[in-house]
């Protein structure tokens, strides 16, 4: 299903649970992905949600403009918030994956009030050192060229074997060629001005802002991922209700690595609803 917002088009993908239901919970898939990644996590989650799940701009079959506009924070949280609006005016439960994590907390920063439930696997809330901004901007900047300069399947190939995915070389092949095949359905143009316009640099410092986020959030990082381990170890000191989940045996996508202890700590966060 695609949504026309305003002049750009998302596409969705609707989970009728059960029909009755009265809650939403929204997905957000992180760099490269799209919808399908949540394919093996959906239909096991609770039954009494409406869930949906986004394509991200640039990524998926949702549009990928050459217009660098649509990619920044504030458009990424009106074409979430306009998504949002679109089912529903009730306050949301949204779920996001690094990138999708950091496009939810951009948006649960500035409309605290239209959340009901907050989860974020393996998210950051930005970079407080301009120095460290700068340096990732640059790297990001780099990355981008590279995807326009090079066959979308050297990209790939590159992408997912930086040493953040080293843990998922414990992965089936026949799971990590499908992966790799999904990517690859994804525009060089919409990758590319995604870091643009969206890159851990170029996202708004968020640490001070979530202090506002009072809905219940919960953070799930995998234990050999270090780095994100550490950074959600800080966050969730700040949050006013929240709690850190480190899954065993994973690395930074958990619900690839581990979709069934990932199914098991969401569907006990959304017992709490």
């Known amino acids: 299903m695609?949504?026309?917002l305003n002049d750009v088009t998302l596409n969705i993908e609707e989970y009728a649970h059960n029909s009755s239901a009265k809650d939403y919970i929204f997905f957000l898939h992180g760099f490269t992905g799209s919808v399908n990644d949540w394919n093996e996590?959906?239909?096991s989650l609770r039954q009494n949600f409406h869930i949906i799940a986004i394509d991200l701009i640039g990524h998926g079959k949702s549009d990928s403009p050459e217009d660098l506009s649509y990619y920044p924070a504030e458009s990424v949280i009106e074409q979430i918030h306009q998504t949002i609006l679109y089912f529903t005016n009730n306050p949301v439960i949204i779920v996001g994956y690094s990138m999708g994590g950091r496009a939810a907390l951009c948006f649960a920063s500035k409309y605290p009030q239209m959340l009901k439930g907050l989860i974020l696997e393996s998210a950051s809330a930005g970079i407080i050192?301009?120095?460290i901004r700068r340096e990732r901007t640059e790297n990001d900047e780099?990355?981008?060229?590279?995807i326009e300069t090079h066959p979308l399947e050297e990209f790939v190939d590159y992408w997912i074997n930086i040493s953040l995915f080293n843990s998922q070389k414990n992965i089936s092949e026949e799971k990590l060629e499908k992966i790799k095949k999904l990517k690859l359905k994804n525009s060089k143009t919409g990758l590319a001005n995604s870091l643009r316009g969206f890159s851990t640099g170029k996202m708004p410092s968020l640490f001070n802002d979530i202090r506002k986020v009072i809905a219940k959030t919960l953070l799930v990082s995998g234990e050999h991922d270090l780095k994100y381990t550490g950074?959600?170890?800080e966050l969730v000191k700040i949050f006013p209700?929240?709690?850190?989940?480190?899954i065993k045996n994973a690395g930074h996508n958990v619900h690839l690595e581990q979709p069934s202890s990932f199914i098991n700590v969401i569907n006990d966060f959304l017992n709490r609803f």
């Open 2 to 4: 695609r949504i026309k």
């Open 41 to 43: 996590i959906i239909p």
């Open 129 to 131: 050192e301009e120095n």
């Open 142 to 146: 780099k990355l981008a060229e590279f």
């Open 231 to 233: 950074i959600n170890a």
């Open 241 to 246: 209700a929240a709690n850190h989940i480190i």
